[in-house]
């Protein structure tokens, strides 16, 4: 087995795009039992705690319509989820749809604004 570098591993991740990134976290936390998520809670227990009770944590992102632009929501559909071709495409025809489940405000923001960026109509609910 040929040893790798740090400097080689950190050139790898540096090429990844942001879909293989996500991919490659999600493969590791299941290989490993971990969540890449948890040091982020632990670090924003204590803020969390001084925060209303009622705010809300998780969002359902739901595409409401398509728009004019329908391709171009079917690509974005398709880079959030890693669905197939024919799946967001299915998943936009049949708006309303849920596009995501359970995501933070921060990530369901950034879905939000990048469906409606290519002209669909998305609620957080």
């Known amino acids: 087995m040929a040893s790798v570098?740090?400097?080689?591993?950190?050139?790898?991740?540096?090429?990844?795009?942001l879909l293989q990134a996500a991919e490659l976290v999600k493969e590791?936390?299941?290989?490993f039992g971990v969540s890449a998520a948890a040091p982020m809670a632990m670090m924003a227990a204590p803020s969390a705690a001084?925060?209303?009770?009622?705010?809300?944590?998780?969002?359902?992102?739901?595409?409401v319509?398509?728009?004019e632009k329908k391709?171009?929501?079917?690509?974005?559909?398709?880079?959030?989820?890693?669905l197939g071709l024919k799946e967001?495409?299915?998943?936009?025809?049949g708006a309303p749809k849920t596009v995501k489940?359970?995501?933070?405000?921060?990530e369901s923001a950034k879905i939000k604004a990048t469906l409606e960026?290519?002209?669909?109509?998305?609620?957080?609910?």
Request: aromatic share 2%; proline share 1%; hydrophobic share 40%.
């Open 5 to 17: 570098t740090k400097e080689q591993v950190v050139e790898f991740l540096e090429n990844l795009t």
């Open 28 to 31: 590791l936390e299941e290989k």
């Open 50 to 63: 001084a925060a209303p009770a009622e705010e809300k944590d998780e969002f359902t992102v739901v595409l």
């Open 65 to 67: 319509s398509v728009g």
């Open 71 to 82: 391709i171009d929501v079917i690509k974005e559909v398709r880079a959030i989820t890693g």
């Open 88 to 93: 967001a495409k299915d998943l936009v025809e």
């Open 101 to 106: 489940e359970g995501a933070n405000k921060e």
């Open 117 to 125: 960026k290519v002209g669909a109509k998305v609620e957080l609910k």
